[in-house]
């Protein structure tokens, strides 16, 4: 059964294909990528019945048009795929945010913490944001001091993927998982050492995805949020 696919009431999609096609003449690619040369287009639609391929236009600006034959049923069917396989890796560029103060205390540093465990054993990477505020701004090693004791703690299941930065009245650092996406990590990598990691990881399961409230004036700039990645 020919493969051709006829014209229905109308473009089947962007491109047109066979009897779509209303130029006089087309300059000709075969399925191998080869060059046909310049045909009617009586002549290619007849070509392309012989090796039961269809003509598609692939360059309508071009004088005169170019079309291949093709198997366009296939060339959908891959397009869709490519199509989704984009979309799941811009799903995965996707980066969680975790914001915290200079001054943070003990309790919401381990909390924090908690929730960047959970997210890097997600498969995610995390941007930590450290959040200087009036005085603060002039004493930006407690944020740098605060992030290298981070990344220790965090060494056995991330990365560094961007070293700390002033960013305005901002310092922030980007870690990557060490495992693929969609590896579960148990205990919290392991190693003997005592970080308290695996209680963070377990606290992190139990909380929302937000980070916990704290004091009413800094809640809202030290919510987890996500950010796509640049």
């Keep these: 059964m020919s493969a051709r696919i006829a014209n229905q009431g109308g473009p089947i999609s962007d491109l ?7 130029t ?28 039961d391929l269809d003509l598609v236009e692939v360059a309508p600006t071009a004088r005169p048009p170019v079309c291949k034959l093709m198997d366009y049923g296939k060339y959908k ?11 799941r890796n811009q799903q995965q560029t996707v980066i969680k945010e975790m914001k915290l103060r200079p001054k943070i205390d003990k309790h919401d540093y381990e909390t924090k913490k908690g929730h960047i465990v959970r997210f890097l054993t997600a498969g995610d990477k995390v941007k930590i944001t ?17 992030l290298d004791k ?17 960013d305005g009245r901002n310092m922030i650092m980007v870690v990557a998982p060490i495992r693929p996406k ?3 990590v148990k205990g ?8 308290g990691r695996g209680g963070d990881a377990e606290q992190a399961e139990a909380a929302p ?7 009413p004036s800094e809640a809202a700039d030290e919510a987890s949020t996500e950010t796509p990645e640049a």
């Design 130 to 146: 450290i959040m200087f505020r009036g005085r603060e701004q002039s004493r930006p090693e407690l944020g740098r001091r605060l």
């Design 16 to 22: 047109r294909i066979n009897d779509q096609i209303r």
């Design 77 to 87: 069917y891959e397009s869709a795929q490519k199509a989704r396989a984009s979309r």
């Design 188 to 195: 919290g990598g392991g190693g003997g050492r005592k970080s």
């Design 209 to 215: 995805e937000a980070a916990p409230a704290e004091a």
């Design 150 to 166: 981070l990344a220790e703690e965090l060494k056995d299941l991330a990365v560094i993927e961007s070293a700390a930065k002033q």
């Design 182 to 184: 969609g590896e579960i």
């Design 24 to 51: 006089k003449e087309v300059r000709l690619v075969g399925p191998a990528g080869e060059q046909v040369g310049i045909v009617s287009i009586d002549k290619a639609l007849q070509l392309a019945a012989d090796v």
